[in-house]
């Protein structure tokens, strides 16, 4: 008999189960038992239970609607809210929770902002909100039980990749950089990189290839939220075909760049100490704009705005480093071999430059100013060998480190590495494939 009733409930949790999922049972199965009728008539009550939950569930969702609103020209995010319909009270307490994770002030115009309201009847109530802070991460603000809102900021998973950008130049290679996915890094490297080489004023024009490879972190839209090293770079201009591996040879602090042959894309002295800037005023004779007449000029001139670092040319030591006649604010560096390199009209010195210290090349040695006799902000910059000044723009000079040895084999290692790298990237886009081989520089665009 205990048999019996075990066996007889096990059979009405089974019809319970089954009924709830909209399946239809023969109470005969159970004999018609008191038991089974009851089983029956709890299995009904069960799927009416949750028809109306899922009508209820149905009728809430009903109400719920979505919206997608831009941010407009001088529009802040309360005045985006109430423009959307919602309440003042409410648009400024969603306003004070997202300025606890988000300053709001940041949005731009344009920027897309996902609204949600519940409707009761003709009136809807914001309920919550949510956009993209920066790529790789979302802001949201729900409403609350208490009828406040609760904000947080959302980071979205990431994906890593080996990216490769191959493109000619359009307006201008800054912007045709950006807008295929690399960033502000990358683009200043790839400037160090050739700083010895092109005049990015003067060299490069729309229809130029270039190419970068570096790894690059994106999100679920496929924006770039940060990128790692940059491996390669590649640049063909009026200038001729060039191209570095970045490498970090044994003992080295930090990567450098490189041909495809292992000598140092560096050269002794920098064409370009400032990065961005407009050659205004080359060396030679020319009429001086303050003082009317002509004259030798024995420098050459980089406008840019006030502020803008200035670079040491060459490793080196300081021999001179203030106020400097119509020179302004002057400091001048002794180099190897005879050489020193001038600068002048700063408006300021980068901290503890003074005369004796040494300077490694690329350091910040000054900013841009107006100082002495000079018309606007610009760097006046003079190279002179043994005492005689000559055009920076057209300097000769040797390369910086080259690798020998077994610091060559290892970097012969990771340049097939990189190129095949390149070449799998390539066939994954046909479109730029063509471009695509390991490039041999030898002598190509040589200054």
């Known amino acids: 008999m205990k048999a019996r009733k075990e066996w007889a409930a096990a059979g009405v949790m089974a019809a319970a189960s089954l009924v709830g999922l909209g399946l239809a049972w023969n109470a005969g199965l159970f004999g018609g038992t008191a038991d089974a009728q009851a089983a029956e008539t709890a299995a009904v009550r069960e799927a009416a239970a949750r028809r109306a939950e899922q009508l209820a569930f149905t ?3 009903l109400q719920h609607e979505a919206r997608e609103v831009r941010v407009g020209s001088g529009e802040t995010l309360a005045g985006l809210l109430t423009r959307a319909g919602a309440s003042s009270a409410d648009a400024s307490a969603a306003l004070a929770s997202i300025a606890d994770v988000y300053n709001p002030r940041r949005l731009r115009p344009g920027q897309p902002i996902s609204l949600y309201f519940q409707r009761e009847g003709a009136t809807a109530e914001l309920a919550g909100l949510a956009f993209r802070s920066e790529p790789g991460a979302s802001v949201t603000a729900n409403r609350t039980t208490n009828g406040g809102f609760e904000a947080r900021e959302v980071l979205m998973p990431l994906t890593f990749e080996i990216a490769r950008i191959a493109a000619p130049v359009e307006t201008s290679l800054y912007s045709s950089a950006l807008n295929l996915g690399a960033t502000d890094r990358e683009v200043a490297a790839l400037a160090d990189a050739f700083a010895y080489d092109v005049d990015f004023q003067r060299d490069v024009r729309p229809g130029d290839e270039f190419e970068l490879v570096f790894e690059r972190f994106y999100d679920d839209e496929g924006n770039t939220v940060r990128t790692g090293d940059l491996l390669f770079v590649s640049l063909e201009s009026r200038r001729g075909a060039r191209a570095f591996y970045q490498f970090m040879a044994p003992g080295d ?4 760049w490189y041909d495809s042959d292992g000598k140092s894309a560096r050269r002794f002295l920098m064409k370009t100490p400032i990065n961005g800037a407009r050659l205004s005023s080359g060396f030679g004779m020319r009429r001086h704009p303050i003082l009317g007449y002509s004259r030798m000029h024995r420098g050459t001139d980089f406008a840019a705005p006030t502020g ?5 040319a060459g490793d080196g030591t300081v021999v001179r480093a203030g106020p400097f006649s119509s020179y302004g604010n002057y400091v001048r560096i002794r180099h190897a071999n005879g050489y020193e390199t001038a600068y002048a009209h700063m408006s300021r010195f980068a901290r503890g430059m003074r005369a004796g210290v040494r ?6 040695i000054g900013y841009v100013g107006t100082t002495g006799r000079s018309t606007g902000p610009h760097l006046h910059y003079e190279v002179s060998l043994r005492g005689r000044q000559v055009n920076p723009m057209s300097l000769r000079v040797a390369n910086g480190r080259n690798l020998t040895g077994r610091a060559l084999e290892l970097f012969m ?8 790298l390149r070449q799998v990237r390539a066939r994954e886009n046909p479109s730029q494939e063509a471009v695509v081989q390991p490039i041999n520089t030898r002598g190509a665009g040589a200054p």
């Open 59 to 61: 009728e809430v969702y």
């Open 253 to 256: 602090a930090r990567p450098d």
């Open 308 to 312: 803008t670092p200035i670079l040491a």
């Open 359 to 364: 300077v490694r090349q690329g350091q910040v």
């Open 413 to 420: 290692i990771e340049r097939e590495r990189i190129d095949t």
